[in-house]
C-alpha cells in the first residue's frame, strides 16, 4: 500500500493514514485528547483537573 501512495507522490497521505489508524487503535478519536504517562484522559474539559492528574502521575515516581 506504502507504495502505491508513494509512486502516486502521496506518501504524506500515506504516513497521515497510517498515524490517524495508530491514534484510532490506541483510543484516540477526537481533539484535544490528553494522554498523561500513557493513562488517555477523555473528555476532560478542566485544565485544574488535568493539572491534578499529572502531579498524581509525579508523585507517583516520586518526581517534585
Same mark, same amino acid.
Given at each position: 500500500?506504502?507504495?502505491?501512495?508513494?509512486?502516486?507522490?502521496?506518501?504524506?497521505?500515506? +504516513?497521515?493514514? +497510517?498515524?490517524? !489508524?495508530?491514534?484510532?487503535l490506541a483510543?484516540?478519536?477526537?481533539t484535544?485528547?490528553?494522554?498523561i504517562?500513557?493513562?488517555?484522559?477523555? !473528555?476532560?474539559?478542566?485544565? +485544574?483537573?488535568?493539572?491534578?492528574?499529572?502531579?498524581?502521575?509525579l508523585? +507517583?515516581?516520586?518526581? !517534585?
Amino acid at each position: 500500500i506504502r507504495d502505491y501512495y508513494a509512486s502516486r507522490g502521496l506518501g504524506d497521505v500515506y +504516513k497521515r493514514q +497510517k498515524t490517524i !489508524n495508530q491514534l484510532t487503535l490506541a483510543g484516540v478519536y477526537a481533539t484535544p485528547t490528553v494522554i498523561i504517562n500513557g493513562r488517555l484522559i477523555i !473528555n476532560s474539559d478542566s485544565p +485544574k483537573e488535568i493539572c491534578h492528574l499529572i502531579d498524581d502521575e509525579l508523585n +507517583k515516581h516520586h518526581i !517534585n
